[in-house]
């Protein structure tokens, strides 16, 4: 509420008040509250329950382990806010990427290497992929799963970009049948196939 911004500090501190102004409003904008409420545990979590918004917590607070777990709860993801710490935290960032896969982005390098982890992240979102290790990017079992993604519907707004542009250098897997007739089969924009497949592959037939 824009008006919140004109009104007094005992009023933009008044979690009651705050809240009451809320229940008329489809949207909460909390970047007007005070900072005492901004670092507030108890009405952090109102703020993520209620409107699934931790975007204007304190710093403190966005590092804080409960809350981002509470907040993964409700279905909000804070990987981006956190700190390093929790950015390589097992349980954290699997159970963001099983909302977000593309959220992978910001998991810790260690975390990137993780093919528990980074599976998850891909069969949720196949882009994901452009942030997992080299060494994972290399194994045919976690670019099948990309190319077969959950969610390749919504990667279609990177239809510019083939996924095949974050295969290492030199991999193998340009050289895989199977891998080519998966993406093939589940990408519109297959049709760049033979800019990436080798030339043995080019001349195989099926």
């Keep these: 509420n824009a008006c919140l911004k004109y009104a007094s500090y005992r009023l933009k501190d008044d979690a009651q008040f705050i809240k009451h102004l809320n229940k008329n409003h489809s949207r909460f904008i909390g970047k007007n509250i005070s900072p005492r409420l901004k670092d507030d ?3 952090t979590k109102y703020l993520i329950s209620v409107h699934s918004s931790s975007e204007f917590a304190s710093k403190r607070l966005r590092h804080n382990r409960k809350i981002v777990m509470f907040a993964l709860k409700h279905n909000e993801i804070l990987l981006h806010r956190t700190s390093p710490e929790l950015q390589d935290d097992e349980e954290i960032v699997m159970k963001t ?5 593309y959220s992978l982005r910001n998991a810790s390098n260690r975390l990137q290497d993780n093919e528990e982890i980074v599976l998850q992240a891909v069969k949720e979102h196949g882009f994901a992929y452009e942030y ?7 194994k045919k079992n976690v670019l099948m799963q990309a190319l077969l993604s959950e969610n390749k519907e919504y990667c279609m707004i990177y239809e510019c970009k083939s996924i095949f542009e974050f295969l290492p250098t030199c991999s193998s897997l340009i050289d895989d049948e199977d891998i080519f007739m998966a993406y093939v089969s589940n990408w519109r924009n297959s049709h760049d196939i033979f800019t990436y497949v080798s030339d043995r592959c080019k001349f195989t037939t099926t």
Excluded: H, P, Q
């Design 97 to 101: 990427v099983k909302i977000d896969g």
């Design 132 to 138: 997992a290790s080299d060494r994972l990017k290399n």
């Design 41 to 43: 545990e108890d009405f």
